[in-house]
């Protein structure tokens, strides 16, 4: 049994206990179903990283505002895991619900924006889907132009994926 394996063991002790004993703590099962579906990814278990990622979903939208970055935080990885097994229009789709809050949030997180059309554009890029992808390259390049950093590597990055 690797690392991951022992972690997923010991989180699913922790849901059964969350349920049985706290089910007024539906933030820490929120946060144990999520640290699963961590652990799944990171061992390339797609099916049962989306599977809990779903799981977090269902709690979270459950106990949210609707301009909550943390729900916008799970439908980015939501997208993440479709993009990953190619599963591209899927992977817009919560690319764009996360898009849709972080656009809405107060006080807005640039990069976390920034990062949201990036992975859209890369999806509609992988469609050659050229006009939409350039779209979405557009908007990032321009938050990222007018955040200040000393690292312009992102800038750089975002040219290129534009060329």
């Known amino acids: 049994m690797n690392d991951y394996e022992k972690a997923i063991s010991f989180y699913a002790e922790a849901c059964t206990i969350c349920k049985k004993h706290l089910a007024n703590e539906e933030s820490l099962l929120i946060t144990t179903y999520n640290n699963i579906a961590v ?30 970055l943390s729900l916008a935080n799970i439908y980015s990885n939501i997208g993440s895991i479709y993009d990953s097994v190619g599963n591209y229009l899927d992977a817009i789709n919560y690319y764009q619900k996360a898009m849709a809050i972080e656009e809405n949030a107060s006080p807005k997180n640039g990069l976390l924006l920034s990062n949201t059309y990036s992975n859209i554009a890369v999806a509609y890029k992988q469609l050659e889907d050229n006009e939409n992808a350039l779209k979405f390259y557009q908007k990032a390049l321009s938050i990222r132009e007018n955040i200040q950093a000393t690292d312009n590597s992102d800038l750089a990055i975002g040219y290129n994926s534009m060329a």
């Open 39 to 68: 652990a799944y990814n990171t061992m390339n278990d797609k099916s049962k990283a989306l599977l809990f990622y779903e799981k977090t979903l269902k709690l979270r939208e459950k106990n949210s505002t609707t301009n909550d």
